[in-house]
Structures are given as structure tokens and as C-alpha cells.
């Protein structure tokens, strides 16, 4: 059963920094582009960063940009968000999720619709 687990959200001041996992069973993530989303409540989900197959593309909204670091361990198979100068309006809910039906290596996309596996989710709260 092909399976994402997203521990690593919680509760953090402004400024601070949190590191979320995506952590897969049943598949290897590296093979794969992996996006990072967010949802807040009454908004839309959003593509926060993405990450190719190959390592070579990422992508990060701009709202996160300077601030956010995706990266793949392949051998633990496991993809980070790095979420670093935390502001309130970082709350949410962050998925992560796996386009498995991507061929090309050097891609990945914004796109929720481009995602076919998708993690439960886990709450990032930034408050003082």
C-alpha cells in the first residue's frame, strides 16, 4: 500500500523554524517529484515547493522563497521542507504529495491536480 507520513508540524514563534518530513511506504520517493502544499482554513490549497526526480528543478512560491529549502534524502527515503523566518501567516495545513505519473525527470509542478499520492497532513501553527 503505497503510503506518505508527514510528521513534524507543531507550534512555533514568528521567526522560528521548523523542518517538516515526508516519509514514504510502499514506493520509493526518489523516484518521483514530490510537492509541498498548504492549506489555511477558508483558502485555497496552495503549491508551497516542489522538488524533480532528479534533484535538478525546484520550484518555491513566492511567498516562501529565501525562507523554505526542499530537499530528498534517497536513502531514507524521505523528503524535507526546511522552513525557516516563520511568520503567522505560515499557518496551515501542509501536505505533501508524490506525481507519480511523471516521466520527465527534470520536473515538478505547482500544481495540486499534477499530484496523484497524497500524505494526511500535518498543522503548522506560527504564533506567539
Known amino acids: 500500500q503505497l503510503q506518505l507520513v508527514e510528521p513534524g508540524g507543531g507550534l512555533v514563534q514568528p521567526g522560528g523554524s521548523l523542518r517538516l518530513s515526508c516519509a514514504a511506504s510502499?514506493?520509493?520517493?526518489?523516484?518521483?517529484?514530490i510537492g509541498w502544499f498548504r492549506q489555511a482554513p477558508g483558502k485555497e490549497r496552495e503549491g508551497v515547493s516542489c522538488i524533480s526526480s532528479s534533484d535538478n528543478s525546484t520550484y518555491y512560491a513566492d511567498s516562501v522563497k529565501g525562507r523554505f529549502t526542499i530537499s530528498r534524502d534517497f536513502a531514507k527515503n524521505t523528503v524535507y521542507l526546511q522552513m525557516n523566518s516563520l511568520k503567522p501567516e505560515d499557518t496551515a495545513v501542509y501536505y505533501c504529495?508524490?506525481?507519480?505519473?511523471?516521466?520527465?525527470?527534470?520536473?515538478?509542478?505547482?500544481?495540486?491536480?499534477?499530484?496523484?499520492?497524497w500524505g494526511q497532513g500535518t498543522q503548522v501553527t506560527i504564533s506567539s
Open positions: 504529495a508524490a506525481d507519480v505519473s511523471r516521466t520527465d525527470h527534470d520536473m515538478c509542478f505547482s500544481s495540486a491536480y499534477e499530484y496523484e499520492y
Open positions: 510502499g514506493f520509493t520517493l526518489g523516484y518521483y517529484p
